[in-house]
């Protein structure tokens, strides 16, 4: 018996015009119905995760930047995990020798970010809930004194994957998209956040289900006893799901809920 859903939202259950399906919506109210706890899981920032949560009717518990934000309800205080900021900016000092890499520094208050390609812009308008600080240069940003919960490089060619390649140890990169990089400290996951949440829910491993679309979410499809991806997913996605439903276009999400729910 599935009690706890995971659901990614970019590619997985929000489509590409940012809207979400009639039908995802109703097999989100149907697992709901079936007394199942349904929990979002993103890259995104968690006020923009908490949005989207109330967009949806949800009130329990929310995980945000890759796992390094977790709140145990859409009103709850939220649990960050810091990079130290000399970490934050040894990597923007690298992403600087990367003529073509973008970054964004996620503090808990505001994105910061530096633009190479016009085309990235558009995505400040496209979240009104969030802050932003523009850098024209890397030297114009100066991390906080606790650093930052997330730092994502990303650009046109293999600048990101070359940087995540070359992080140390104790930080941890996974991709959200092609040419993306998402920075937290190593042990923070969605698979990591989502193990914390059903701990606390008392729900066991086999009673979950998650479903995602890219590299960022194999460690909650993996961690989960019903891991799905959607069929636009990537391959590394795919591989570690135990079931492949329909694209995210295509209504992925709801028919993975009316197969295993």
Known sequence: MIRLIALDLDGT????????????????????????VVVLASGRIINSVRMKARELELTGPII???????????????????????????ILARAKEEATVNWQVYTADCIHRRVVHEKYSYSMQ???EMSFILHKEYDTFVPYERGAFMVT??????????IGAELPGHLSGFSSWAHNID???RGVSKGTALERVAKE?????????????NGN?????????????????ADEAKNAARYVTAACEDDGVAQAIRRFV
């Not at 829910?201 to 679309?213: S, V």
Request: glycine letters at 12%.
């Open 13 to 36: 259950t929000v489509r590409h015009d940012g809207t979400v399906s009639p039908a995802n919506r109703e097999a989100i109210a149907f697992a709901r119905s079936k007394g199942a």
């Open 64 to 90: 945000g930047a890759n796992g390094a934000q977790t709140a145990m309800g859409v009103d709850a205080a939220v649990e960050s995990r810091f990079i130290d900021p000399s970490d934050v900016r040894a």
């Open 126 to 128: 496209q979240a009104p």
């Open 153 to 162: 490089v990303y650009g046109e060619d293999d600048g990101p994957e070359r």
């Open 183 to 185: 920075v937290t400290v």
């Open 201 to 213: 829910l008392g729900i066991a491993r086999d009673e979950i289900m998650a479903i995602g679309d």
């Open 217 to 233: 979410d194999v460690p909650m499809i993996r961690f989960a006893g019903v891991g799905v991806a959607v069929a636009n997913g």
